[in-house]
């Protein structure tokens, strides 16, 4: 099977919960590959202690090709459009930017009967 690598920009309540919930599966086809938080949020100490390492948006950018989704959790339009145009930048086409609204749809898939915790507006795409 072939592995998703994933990160996951911004460890707040979303974050946090969505984190925990992919670690808690039994999915050896996604693997977290690094995190990205300012915060010390209870997600940050989650990836700490499962090895996971917390980078900045440059170092994570760099990643290049290895990262196949990038989960901006963030809630805030600037941090999207910082990730846009740093992948944009390193001419990586291969990284997709999943949203808010992608985090919620694959929730809904794997975490039955509890939603997720969403703020009050969401950027969108």
Do not use: C
Not at 66 to 88: A, G, N, Y
Not at 89 to 104: D, F, L, P, V
Request: charged share 25%.
């Amino acid at each position: 099977m072939t592995k998703q690598s994933i990160a996951i920009v911004g460890l707040g309540k979303m974050g946090s919960a969505f984190l925990e919930e992919l670690l808690g599966q039994s999915n050896e086809g996604v693997e977290i590959v690094a995190v990205v938080e300012n915060n010390n949020t209870s997600g940050l100490a989650l990836a700490k202690a499962r090895g996971i390492d917390n980078l900045s948006i440059d170092e994570l950018v760099r990643l290049g090709e290895d990262l196949d989704i990038l989960f901006d959790l963030t809630d805030v339009p600037t941090v999207r459009q910082e990730l846009r145009d740093k992948l944009r930048a390193t001419g990586n086409r291969h990284t997709i930017i999943a949203t808010e609204n992608i985090a919620h749809m694959v929730w809904t898939l794997i975490a039955r009967g509890t939603d997720i915790p969403r703020t009050p507006a969401s950027p969108g795409y």
